[in-house]
């Protein structure tokens, strides 16, 4: 079944210690998403790839960065982790301009930072 | 702004009808949608309904737009508590700059 895979489900990293998230698509959609999701909050947009354009949210801290290599994958590097970190981080796609333009989620990652 | 205003908490007794009230600023948006979201899940799109519409029923789901006011609505018909789950309302500004804003959601309660 075409979906939005996230891996790993749980990450346990330490304060400082860099982690990546990863996240691929068999959808083929052209845009892709990473969120972070706090506890009773909303999602909160990270950045967003179209194609290989890469769009950073204003408020995004700079210890975020994303690459994608390609179409269907797509990774969050958090350089320098911290407390406030921990977090759902929930990716997603898109087919931008076509059709309803609703965005298909994974799983979550579950970032725990120690 | 660019708020998505929705009430936290809902709480309803089984087989009752559920409402979950949306409000958003954006009188541009063109697409109003709901998701799901299941503990330790990501979320899941449940309906969507396009700005120049004023309903949309699909099975157990009716949404309601009204876009003079800006308010968008949720109905479940026949709770189940298998519709326990937080629900956020999400305005779509497509052709601007191809982003969802996400509301904080509501958790929603099933009594038995």
């Known amino acids: 079944d075409a979906m939005v895979i996230q891996n790993p489900r749980y990450q346990v990293t330490q304060f400082g210690k860099p982690v990546t998230l990863s996240c691929s698509q068999t959808l083929n959609h052209n845009v892709m998403y990473w969120y972070q999701q706090k506890s009773s909050q909303a999602p909160k947009l990270l950045f967003h790839y179209y194609d290989k354009d890469f769009n950073n949210e204003a408020d995004t801290p700079d210890n975020f960065q994303s690459r994608r290599p390609n179409t269907s994958f797509c990774f969050l590097d958090i350089r320098s982790p911290g407390l406030g970190d921990a977090a759902m981080y929930l990716c997603?796609?898109?087919?931008?301009?076509?059709?309803?333009?609703?965005?298909?989620f994974g799983p979550g990652t579950r970032l725990t930072v120690t | 702004g660019e708020d998505v205003e929705q009430s936290l908490f809902l709480s309803v007794r089984e087989g009752d009808s559920s409402v979950i009230n949306c409000t958003y600023t954006d009188s541009s948006s063109t697409y109003l949608y709901w998701y799901k979201q299941e503990p330790g899940a990501g979320l899941q799109l449940l309906t969507y309904i396009f700005s120049n519409m004023d309903m949309k029923q699909d099975q157990r789901l009716t949404v309601l737009l009204n876009k003079k006011d800006k308010h968008l609505s949720l109905r479940i018909a026949d709770t189940q508590t298998g519709d326990s789950a937080i629900y956020f309302c999400?305005?779509?500004?497509?052709?601007?700059?191809?982003?969802?804003?996400f509301g904080k959601g509501t958790r929603l309660h099933i009594l038995p």
């Open positions: 999400a305005e779509g500004r497509m052709n601007r700059d191809d982003k969802i804003i």
């Open positions: 997603a796609t898109s087919r931008v301009r076509q059709g309803t333009y609703e965005q298909y």
